[in-house]
């Protein structure tokens, strides 16, 4: 396994936390600070092995040092986690419907108690 498959392996589960996470900051371990306390252990120790392994997969020597097997088991925890999760891109839209939903039924009954009780 090559440098470049070892980053790209890292760079997805990065893209997966930013999308179903809402993570912030750039590469791996930067993510797993922002919010990597909302993973399980497991998998939280899984993606910082990945991001380890990621960064001595920059250096030539520290590269024959990767343990490529429990690389790829702890790519494919990650990956098997972060795709089962629903992406929060409309999280936000929700809250609004909700909240604009809220507000109408406060001034539907509003206009209905002012209409019963001869106003309008």
Known sequence: MSAISIQQMSDR???????????????????????????PRKVRKAAQDLAREA??????????????????QNYDLCLHHLT???????????MWASIVLSLLAVVLVVLALLRWRGFL
Do not use: C, F, Y
């Open 55 to 72: 960064e001595k997969a920059q250096n030539p020597k520290l590269l024959l040092q990767v343990d490529h097997d429990a690389l790829a």
């Open 13 to 39: 589960i990065a893209a997966l936390m930013e999308d179903r996470l809402g993570a912030r900051g750039t590469g791996l371990a930067a993510k797993l600070a922002s919010r990597g306390s909302r993973l």
């Open 84 to 94: 089962r999760l629903k992406p929060r891109s409309g999280w936000l839209a929700g």
